[in-house]
């Protein structure tokens, strides 16, 4: 069974500190996004990475991903109280070619940016 | 661009009751999927199509049933509503792993 642990599950950060999240899956898999989710809303694409060593960056945000040692990071940079959301990792167990399969889902870091 | 529509957004159910979600998606993509979302919980597959007319259970499939009515929709209905399916329910749909896949604006369901 498929495992996606993220760590922390709650995060509380000062505006301009860094900080990172972690996302740990249990099987090989070369496939993993970040989402992210506002109170009430839907989920929005935030990175998709595909393969070993992969590092995606967009504005404040960095995601990478290290297969062979099942684990995710996303970091923030010098946060902003805009970054104040919930991030889900998610993981997609097929692997190396095939059909687009389903998502298995961490439980989510809820992220709250202080002033 | 409308992307995944569901519908309704919001839906109260007496327990016994059934219903359907509906769920469309306008981006021409082959697979879809219906998650349900709780608290500390993040998000749990029920079912999933992969094309039209294959449908496959997920993480959470008891009590729920769907329907791959066209390449465009991906129905999912309660039979008889019970409590613990309280939840908010997303569906979501991709054509391939260079872009993951998009979500709906979610179904909040509340049985009781």
């Known amino acids: 069974e498929l495992k996606v642990e993220q760590n922390p599950l709650f995060l509380s950060m000062q505006e301009g500190k860094n900080y990172t999240i972690y996302c740990n899956y249990s099987?090989?898999?070369?496939?993993l996004y970040w989402y992210r989710q506002d109170p009430g809303k839907s989920l929005e694409s935030l990175f998709v990475?595909?393969?070993?060593?992969a590092v995606k960056q967009e504005g404040r945000l960095m995601a990478s991903l290290d297969t062979k040692a099942r684990l995710s990071t996303l970091h923030i940079t010098a946060a902003v109280h805009d970054l104040s959301a919930t991030y889900f990792c998610?993981?997609?167990?097929?692997?190396?070619?095939?059909?687009?399969?389903?998502?298995?889902f961490g439980k989510g870091t809820k992220l709250s940016v202080k002033p | 661009n409308a992307g995944v529509t569901q519908t309704p957004k919001f839906q109260v159910l007496k327990t016994g009751q059934s219903m359907t979600l509906q769920c469309a998606q306008d981006?021409?993509?082959?697979?879809m999927y219906w998650y349900r979302q709780d608290p500390g919980m993040g998000l749990r597959l029920i079912y999933y199509?992969?094309?039209?007319?294959?449908?496959d259970k997920g993480e959470v499939p008891n009590g729920y049933n769907v329907s791959r009515l066209n390449k465009r929709e991906f129905s999912l209905r309660l039979e008889s509503a019970a409590p613990s399916q309280t939840s908010v329910y997303f569906c979501?749909?991709?054509?391939?792993?260079?872009?993951?896949?998009?979500f709906g604006q979610g179904t909040r369901l509340t049985v009781v």
């Open positions: 979501a749909s991709s054509e391939d792993r260079w872009t993951g896949a998009f």
């Open positions: 099987t090989t898999s070369d496939r």
């Open positions: 990475l595909l393969s070993n060593g």
């Open positions: 998610a993981v997609d167990p097929r692997n190396y070619g095939g059909s687009q399969g389903n998502l298995i």
């Open positions: 981006m021409n993509h082959n697979s």
């Open positions: 199509s992969a094309s039209e007319g294959t449908t």
